[in-house]
């Protein structure tokens, strides 16, 4: 999944960021931070095998990622929640999910990478190039009398 297309749905996320408005950047930040948090819930309940502590992180992370456009990021989570409840009923630990948790830390870390670039105008412009056409341009001199 190294396409950016692949890891985010680019005209879903620009209907919400037009929907949202002023507040979409705000909204950005909440995902960011709860994102980061579910994540680290959902590690922490693997690592302590409390299978009941995977379903909330997994469940608003799924909703997070939908409404930006991470749809995969929100198909893994969504795996977690529906795996996590049906062995909450069924008594048993998921360790079937491990490589989903692991999938899942690297998708976050690629979809905040990605709108970043998407929202900051300073990570979005490139970078000119070391050697251009004709002089260099000087404006040293410029307003100088």
């Given at each position: 999944?190294?396409d950016?297309q692949?890891?985010?749905?680019?005209?879903?996320?620009?209907?919400?960021?037009?929907?949202?408005?002023?507040?979409?950047?705000?909204?950005?930040?909440?995902f960011?931070?709860?994102?980061?948090?579910?994540?680290?819930?959902?590690?922490?309940?693997?690592?302590?095998?409390?299978?009941?502590?995977?379903?909330?992180?997994?469940?608003?992370l799924?909703?997070?990622?939908?409404?930006?456009?991470?749809?995969?990021?929100?198909?893994?989570?969504?795996?977690?929640?529906?795996?996590?409840?049906?062995?909450?009923?069924?008594r048993r630990?998921?360790?079937?999910?491990?490589?989903?948790?692991?999938?899942l830390?690297?998708?976050?870390?690629?979809?905040?990478?990605?709108?970043?670039?998407?929202?900051?105008?300073?990570?979005?412009?490139?970078?000119?190039?070391?050697?251009?056409?004709?002089?260099?341009?000087?404006?040293?001199?410029?307003?100088?009398i």
């Amino acid at each position: 999944m190294s396409d950016d297309q692949d890891i985010v749905d680019w005209v879903h996320f620009e209907r919400s960021r037009t929907e949202l408005g002023p507040g979409f950047i705000r909204i950005l930040g909440y995902f960011r931070e709860d994102g980061a948090k579910s994540v680290s819930q959902i590690e922490q309940a693997m690592r302590e095998q409390n299978t009941a502590a995977l379903v909330i992180p997994a469940h608003t992370l799924k909703g997070e990622s939908r409404q930006l456009g991470a749809e995969p990021m929100a198909k893994i989570a969504e795996l977690i929640e529906t795996t996590a409840r049906f062995c909450v009923e069924s008594r048993r630990f998921p360790d079937e999910l491990v490589p989903e948790v692991v999938e899942l830390r690297k998708m976050f870390e690629q979809t905040v990478e990605l709108f970043d670039k998407a929202t900051n105008p300073l990570l979005s412009r490139s970078r000119p190039a070391a050697s251009g056409f004709g002089r260099k341009a000087n404006n040293q001199t410029f307003g100088r009398i």
